[in-house]
């Protein structure tokens, strides 16, 4: 009925089928029941392939029987459409038809986007969700392979058995960028890869602490001339950045002889003349972000100490002081706003090095910026500016 005879072997299927049957007016002649049955039940719901297609399916060696020939390896062309028409009859005897068409598309790739988190190196440990991988499939050709790779891949996991997946460290990370490729494979072989996908870890933050103390000591008057006296300094070597004490008076309950004997850190501290009252303690990665937030002074004629561990990583941390402008690096200078003072003004203050007999909070060298003089007030506000900077507001 399709007229494939260009197929036959010499242009006959006799004796297997007569000759007078070639056509589609042969059959209707010689097979009439043959011929209506065609038209009215296979016509309607088959489709006439082309002879292209059917030398594609049916190649040469092809015996029907895969295990024998092989498999055809015909694979419809993307867009065919297949339609089949579907005849029904209900029990009263009444028939109907349709049609059903269905559209052969081809596999697409999967379509995968990552993002990573912001994490530090306190977090970028093994288990840790550092990024998130969303995978999308037009065919929904689950599950899907993920693989990594690149100069980075073998440094972290894939988890999850869905989208979204997630992307964790095999251990701890530390500080620095990492790249990789992330492939996505699904069910049918198609894959998308992302290539150098980056991945950053910042160095977690260190907080350091800062005390903070009023002194009474020297309340009849602090100078550049009797500062070292008034803290108990007796010898320095100039050498050092700021300048390291070498010698501290032992008599006389000295403020620099009682940190270094253990009471650093301790509320209130006896000392020859006078009391020591620490006024704050805190922590942060920035000395002056630490000291900026006011604290509270006793009213009476006092010095103000700030000391903090020398070798830590707190930024900001001068090693000379000035009350005047420069551009000497390392240099700062201090500004002090007590209650009442609607601005900031630049003061005389000392840095040192000093050393103590145990560790505190780890250290055991410290720093000590001293007020060169005194005020007599209810609460400060001081900030350490770099020489070359302008003065606060």
Do not use: C
Request: hydrophobic share 30%; no cysteine; proline share 4%.
């Amino acid at each position: 009925m399709w007229e494939y005879s260009s197929l036959w072997d010499g242009g006959s299927l006799s004796p297997e089928w007569n000759d007078n049957s070639r056509t589609p007016s042969g059959i209707q002649t010689n097979n009439p029941l043959g011929y209506a049955l065609y038209n009215k039940y296979i016509k309607p719901v088959l489709t006439k392939p082309s002879k292209t297609v059917l030398q594609n399916i049916f190649q040469d060696g092809d015996v029907g029987d895969p295990t024998v020939a092989g498999s055809s390896g015909y694979t419809p062309e993307v867009g065919t459409g297949l339609i089949s028409k579907i005849t029904f009859q209900d029990q009263y005897g009444n028939i109907g038809s349709g049609s059903v068409t269905a559209t052969i598309f081809g596999n697409s790739a999967p379509s995968a986007n990552f993002t990573a988190a912001s994490f530090n190196t306190d977090e970028a440990i093994s288990g840790s969700d550092i990024g998130t991988l969303t995978v999308t499939d037009t065919e929904n050709n689950s599950p899907f392979t993920i693989t990594l790779a690149g100069t980075d891949g073998g440094k972290f996991d894939v988890s999850g058995s869905s989208s979204p997946f997630t992307i964790q460290p095999t251990g701890s990370l530390e500080e620095g960028s990492y790249s990789i490729n992330i492939t996505v494979t699904d069910t049918y072989g198609e894959s998308v890869t992302l290539t150098g996908e980056s991945i950053t870890v910042e160095a977690a933050e260190v907080l350091t602490t800062v005390y903070i103390y009023t002194s009474t000591r020297g309340a009849t008057g602090i100078t550049s001339a009797n500062y070292n006296g008034i803290l108990g300094i007796t010898s320095e070597d100039t050498s050092f950045d700021p300048d390291l004490v070498t010698g501290i008076q032992t008599l006389g309950s000295a403020p620099l002889y009682m940190f270094k004997t253990g009471d650093l850190g301790s509320s209130s501290i006896t000392v020859g003349g006078g009391t020591m009252t620490l006024r704050a303690e805190r922590s942060g990665s920035n000395l002056d972000s630490i000291i900026s937030s006011s604290f509270a002074g006793s009213n009476g004629s006092e010095q103000f100490l700030i000391i903090w561990p020398s070798g830590s990583t707190l930024q900001g941390s001068p090693t000379s002081v000035t009350d005047s402008g420069g551009s000497a690096a390392g240099e700062y200078i201090t500004y002090v706003k007590t209650a009442g003072e609607s601005a900031f003004s630049a003061v005389a203050t000392e840095i040192h090095m000093f050393d103590i007999d145990s560790a505190v909070d780890g250290y055991t060298r410290w720093n000590i910026l001293g007020r060169q003089g005194l005020h007599a007030t209810t609460e400060y506000e001081v900030r350490l500016i770099p020489s070359s900077g302008s003065a606060p507001s």
